[in-house]
Every structure is written in structure tokens, then in C-alpha cells.
């Protein structure tokens, strides 16, 4: 009989060595780039003829205006030039420049101007301001990438997926296809123990929560793309590390799968399967995982030394099972005590330890008896009870149901209500705001307009003029105002944009650029997911949860 994790671990290896391929061409692509850039630089620094230069303007995103002597300009004629701005010296001029992504300027300083030679009379990328900044940083970020990406191929090898390993005591982990018996290929339907639901539901939450983050870090790549690359590259690698280990914990969640048979017991997921035989268990305890982190709280806070404000970490309990060197060899939460098959598996251990069910070295220290849990120890228990006593615990289990149910019904309808706040107060203007862009997008008039001024400020915007069509104010000029934003540094004075407006108010048009039409709906269902997620994940978790056992 098989368990079925050959084929699941195939997927595994599949995907370990697609991961294992992905870095290698990340870093390949890095290491490519990273030379060129070294070449490049060197050539301009080593190479490229140097003039002196002086910065007279900042304003600009992507170019740099710069004062240098006239000679410069008649021997590089491809130099762009600003217009209407005189020189402050005389035999001087002005031009403009590629400005550095990454600068350490300020105005009216000194700079060293590089112009390439071979560049030709046409060629406007040769022409560099050299800034040590400018220079350094993407230098330094494309080395500490290719570092970052070395360390991850160096961990991925270490990654134990799509393995399948059985436990020797003189030998350790050891491939299972070298052992004539398989443990845990006998399990039956009932001796099978999966992950508690409350991990379950705690990963969709979760998993939700970093779409929509994945969403909106995408978003902001797009966006800042052409103005941060580097920053762009480390937001999409971070947000893409999480995705992954998020997958992770939420692949093994749902595809876990602890089986046991009379050979021993076997914890298996999509990624990996270990087989522990029963011989090879020394302890199996109930163990409070925080207890150190406890006592050392503790001591800080009997000696003084605890920060105001900290909290006690709580109590976190898992049975653990041991070998006799100490080695761990299976972990289960001790949410899973609820499980009938785990009162089967901590039988089947106790009796091959030969340890009595209160035993402390079966049940751990701190550890309390669950035996009551065990739906063959609690039928043994009524059965021994007599009918007076029968009665007044089914009085009492009646008793405590009721109390239980409308305790439930209570959080439910706070919660309800709490929701009913939110959603108006976060719903109702994304609905507004997304009907208000979907008019604009498809429903509303469009109109020719020129850009006849970009104001200064912290981001640059755009003030265009165009004439309305089939309106009473038809042929006469509007001028509609637009938000800040650091792509719009790129749109030159005098260049066309299509404006959208309403018939009936021409003055609130908007710019057919999708910050402009879809910029409040998204911050709408943004700030509305973020207000009602969590209290969606508490009715869930919480109030949702399942009735214990009395």
C-alpha cells in the first residue's frame, strides 16, 4: 500500500529546481549587468573627456542644467539647450545633461562634466555628470544583489523538498528507498491526523492579506520604476521572498498529513515525508515551546531589567517525540489533542514506552492529563457513572451549550454592527469613487488638450487648457489642474493629452492618465480591505470558532 506522497514529491523537486534555476538566471542577468556597469563607469571615468561645470538647476526629474564654457558646446553641437536661459558669465552657456538616478547635488555646485568622444554629434548619452553617488550606489546595490542571491542559491541547495527519509538511530535521517520497510504506508483512514482547522483558517487570512500587499507593491514598481529602479528591484525581491514563504507554510498547512501504522508513524506534506519507527521514539512530551523566553521575562523583571511596557510571551504547548541522543523527530500543536486519531497515536506511543498515562516522562513537565478528551477514555467514564450522576452532567453540558450560543450570538451581532460602521464609512466612497472613474473611463466627452504649465513643487503636475464640445460654454478655453506625481516630470510643456469631462460640468474634467481616473478608487478599496479585513479574520477566527468539548 502507498500513501501517495511519491507523485506530490515529484511536484516538489519540480519546483525546487525550477527555484534553484530562477535565482541562477537572476543572478546571471545581475552579474551581466554589474560588469557592464563597471565598464561603463570605467570608461567614462578613464576615458571621456572632463570639463568643469556648474549646477544652476534642480527642478527637473530627468535632466540636469548645467553652466559650462562655450567651447564645450561648440565641440559636443548634440548638447541639448535650455530655453530662454542666459548664461550667468560670460564666453558661458547652459545645456542640459542626463540627471543621475541616484545624485548627491546641490545647486550652484561644482561638477565634473564627462562627454564621450566616439559619442558622435548625435548622441546625448554620452554626456555624464560624474557624481560619486551617482557612481556608487548602483555599483554597490548590483554587488549586494548578486551577494543576497549567491546566499539564497547557497540555502535553496539545503531545502529539504521532495524528499523522503526514514530515521536510524545510528545514522540519522536516511533515504527511505534504501530501507527494505516503508513506516507509514499501512496507515488506515482513521489513523491519519491532519493540520488543526484553526492553522487552516489562519493561513487564508493571511494569504489574502499578501495578495492584495503583492497588488499594491506591483503597483508601486510600475510606478516608481523609471524614477527608482533599485528601490523597485528591492521591493519586488522582498515582497517576492514573503509570497514565497508565505506559499510555503500554506502548502504544508493544507497538505500535511501525520499517518501511523505498526511500523511507526510517518509526518508528511507536499514538500517532504519523515518516517520515525516506533523503536526509535524515546519520549513523546507535552512541552511549552515559549518556557525559556518565559524565565527569562521573568528574571528581567524580578531584577528590573524588563523595558516598560513588555509583554510575557504566553504559553505556546506542542508534543514533541525525541529520540534517546535528544534528536526531535516529530512536532504536532496541541490543537490537535481534539483529534480522535491523535488519542490513538499517544496510545500507541505510551504503550511502546511503557509509561503510564500520567507518567511524567510521557506527558512533560507542565503538561496536563487530556484523557478526558479521548472519546474511548470518556465513554469509559459515563459508563462507570451512575444515573444521578449522568443526569446532572447532561444538565450541566445543556447548561453550559445555551450560555455558549448566545454568548456567540452576542460577539455576532457586535460584530455585525461594527462591520455595518465600517462598511459605510470605507464602502460607500470606493463604490463613489470607482462608479465616479468607470464614467469617466468609458461614458464621459473627449477633448484635445495642451500642457501649458507643470507648477513646482514636492511632485510635478500639469496644468492643461481645452475647449469643451457641445456645452453652453462650447469654444471657450478650461483649464483643468492635475495631481502629483513624479511620472509626470516627463511630459514636456506644449504636448497633447486627451481630457475627460461631463457636458454638464466642463471645469471638473480630468486627464485621460490612469493615476487621474483611478487613483481615489483605488485608495478607497484599498483603505476599505485594510479597515475590514481584520474584523472579517476575527468573526472568522473567533467568533466562527467550534465548540469545544465540555
Known amino acids: 500500500m502507498t500513501d501517495g506522497t511519491a507523485a506530490a514529491h515529484r511536484g516538489a523537486r519540480l519546483a525546487h529546481h525550477l527555484l534553484r534555476g530562477l535565482v541562477i538566471a537572476m543572478g546571471l542577468v545581475t552579474a551581466l549587468m554589474l560588469w557592464h556597469q563597471v565598464r561603463a563607469d570605467h570608461e567614462a571615468v578613464t576615458t571621456w573627456q572632463r570639463h568643469d561645470a556648474r549646477v544652476e538647476s534642480l527642478a527637473d526629474e530627468r535632466w540636469l542644467e548645467l553652466e559650462v564654457h562655450e567651447r564645450v558646446l561648440q565641440s559636443h553641437p548634440a548638447l541639448r539647450q535650455p530655453p530662454h536661459a542666459a548664461p550667468n558669465e560670460p564666453h558661458h552657456a547652459r545645456v542640459l545633461v542626463p540627471r543621475p538616478l541616484h545624485d548627491w547635488l546641490l545647486l550652484r555646485q561644482q561638477v565634473t562634466l564627462a562627454l564621450d568622444p566616439a559619442a558622435g554629434p548625435s548622441a546625448e548619452a554620452g554626456a555624464r555628470v560624474l557624481d560619486p553617488m551617482s557612481l556608487a550606489v548602483p555599483l554597490v546595490a548590483k554587488a549586494?544583489?548578486?551577494?543576497?542571491?549567491?546566499?539564497?542559491?547557497?540555502?535553496?541547495?539545503?531545502?529539504?523538498?521532495?524528499?523522503?527519509?526514514?530515521?536510524?538511530?545510528?545514522?540519522?535521517?536516511?533515504?527511505?528507498?534504501?530501507?527494505?520497510?516503508?513506516?507509514?504506508?499501512?496507515?488506515?483512514?482513521?489513523?491519519?491526523?491532519?493540520?488543526?482547522?484553526?492553522?487552516?483558517?489562519?493561513?487564508?487570512?493571511?494569504?489574502?492579506?499578501?495578495?492584495?500587499?503583492?497588488?499594491?507593491?506591483?503597483i508601486g514598481v510600475m510606478a516608481g520604476w523609471d524614477e527608482a529602479p533599485i528601490g523597485s528591484v528591492a521591493l519586488l525581491l522582498g515582497v517576492t521572498a514573503l509570497d514565497l514563504l508565505l506559499a510555503h507554510q500554506f502548502i504544508t498547512i493544507r497538505t500535511r498529513a501525520v499517518r501511523f501504522d505498526g511500523q511507526g508513524v510517518a509526518d508528511g506534506s507536499w514538500f517532504q515525508t519523515r518516517r520515525?519507527?516506533?523503536?526509535?521514539?524515546?519520549?513523546?512530551?507535552?512541552?511549552?515551546?515559549?518556557?525559556?523566553?518565559?524565565?527569562?521575562?521573568?528574571?528581567?523583571?524580578?531584577?528590573?531589567?524588563?523595558?516598560?511596557?513588555?509583554?510575557?510571551?504566553?504559553?505556546?504547548?506542542?508534543?514533541?517525540?525525541?529520540?534517546?541522543?535528544?534528536?526531535?523527530?516529530?512536532?504536532?500543536?496541541?490543537?490537535?489533542?481534539?483529534?480522535?486519531?491523535?488519542?490513538?497515536?499517544?496510545?500507541?506511543?505510551?504503550?511502546?514506552?511503557?509509561?503510564?498515562?500520567?507518567?511524567?516522562?510521557?506527558?512533560?513537565?507542565?503538561?496536563?492529563?487530556?484523557?478526558?478528551?479521548?472519546?474511548?477514555?470518556e465513554d469509559m467514564a459515563e459508563?462507570?457513572?451512575?444515573?444521578?450522576?449522568?443526569?446532572?452532567?447532561?444538565?450541566?453540558?445543556?447548561?453550559?451549550?445555551?450560555?455558549?450560543?448566545?454568548?456567540?450570538?452576542?460577539?455576532?451581532?457586535?460584530?455585525?454592527?461594527?462591520?455595518?460602521?465600517?462598511?459605510?464609512?470605507?464602502?460607500?466612497?470606493?463604490?463613489?469613487?470607482?462608479?465616479?472613474?468607470?464614467?469617466?473611463?468609458?461614458?464621459?466627452?473627449?477633448?484635445?488638450?495642451?500642457?501649458?504649465?507643470?507648477?513646482?513643487?514636492?511632485?510635478?503636475?500639469?496644468?492643461?487648457?481645452?475647449?469643451?464640445?457641445?456645452?453652453?460654454?462650447?469654444?471657450?478655453?478650461?483649464?483643468?489642474?492635475?495631481?502629483?506625481?513624479?511620472?509626470?516630470?516627463?511630459?514636456?510643456?506644449?504636448?497633447?493629452?486627451?481630457?475627460?469631462?461631463?457636458?454638464?460640468?466642463?471645469?471638473?474634467?480630468?486627464?485621460?492618465?490612469?493615476?487621474?481616473?483611478?487613483?481615489?478608487?483605488?485608495?478607497?478599496?484599498?483603505?476599505?480591505l485594510v479597515a475590514i479585513g481584520p474584523m472579517w479574520f476575527i468573526r472568522t477566527m473567533i467568533v466562527r470558532q467550534e465548540r469545544p468539548s465540555v
Open 383 to 528: 459508563g462507570s457513572l451512575d444515573a444521578a450522576a449522568q443526569a446532572e452532567q447532561q444538565a450541566q453540558r445543556a447548561a453550559w451549550e445555551r450560555d455558549w450560543r448566545q454568548s456567540q450570538a452576542r460577539h455576532r451581532r457586535l460584530f455585525d454592527r461594527i462591520g455595518l460602521v465600517l462598511g459605510a464609512l470605507f464602502l460607500v466612497p470606493a463604490l463613489w469613487a470607482t462608479c465616479n472613474g468607470v464614467y469617466y473611463a468609458f461614458f464621459a466627452e473627449r477633448a484635445e488638450g495642451t500642457v501649458i504649465d507643470k507648477p513646482a513643487g514636492r511632485l510635478p503636475s500639469l496644468q492643461v487648457a481645452f475647449t469643451p464640445r457641445g456645452t453652453a460654454a462650447a469654444g471657450e478655453p478650461v483649464t483643468v489642474k492635475s495631481g502629483g506625481a513624479a511620472a509626470y516630470g516627463r511630459i514636456a510643456l506644449g504636448q497633447k493629452i486627451t481630457v475627460l469631462y461631463s457636458p454638464e460640468a466642463p471645469a471638473r474634467a480630468r486627464l485621460d492618465l490612469f493615476w487621474e481616473v483611478w487613483l481615489w478608487a483605488v485608495a478607497g478599496w484599498f483603505f476599505a
Open 144 to 218: 549586494l544583489l548578486l551577494a543576497l542571491l549567491a546566499w539564497a542559491w547557497r540555502a535553496l541547495r539545503h531545502l529539504p523538498w521532495g524528499r523522503d527519509e526514514t530515521w536510524l538511530d545510528d545514522r540519522g535521517w536516511t533515504a527511505t528507498a534504501e530501507q527494505a520497510a516503508r513506516v507509514g504506508w499501512a496507515a488506515q483512514a482513521e489513523d491519519v491526523l491532519n493540520e488543526p482547522a484553526e492553522h487552516r483558517r489562519g493561513t487564508r487570512f493571511w494569504a489574502g492579506f499578501f495578495a492584495l500587499a503583492t497588488v499594491a507593491a506591483l
Open 276 to 377: 520515525v519507527p516506533w523503536a526509535a521514539i524515546a519520549t513523546f512530551q507535552r512541552v511549552n515551546t515559549n518556557a525559556e523566553a518565559q524565565c527569562r521575562h521573568d528574571e528581567r523583571w524580578r531584577t528590573g531589567r524588563s523595558g516598560t511596557g513588555t509583554r510575557r510571551p504566553s504559553d505556546q504547548w506542542r508534543w514533541i517525540a525525541r529520540a534517546a541522543s535528544g534528536a526531535e523527530l516529530l512536532r504536532l500543536p496541541a490543537e490537535a489533542e481534539r483529534h480522535s486519531a491523535f488519542a490513538r497515536l499517544r496510545q500507541r506511543v505510551q504503550g511502546r514506552l511503557g509509561f503510564g498515562p500520567t507518567d511524567q516522562r510521557f506527558e512533560g513537565e507542565g503538561a496536563h492529563a487530556t484523557d478526558e478528551d479521548d472519546e474511548t477514555g
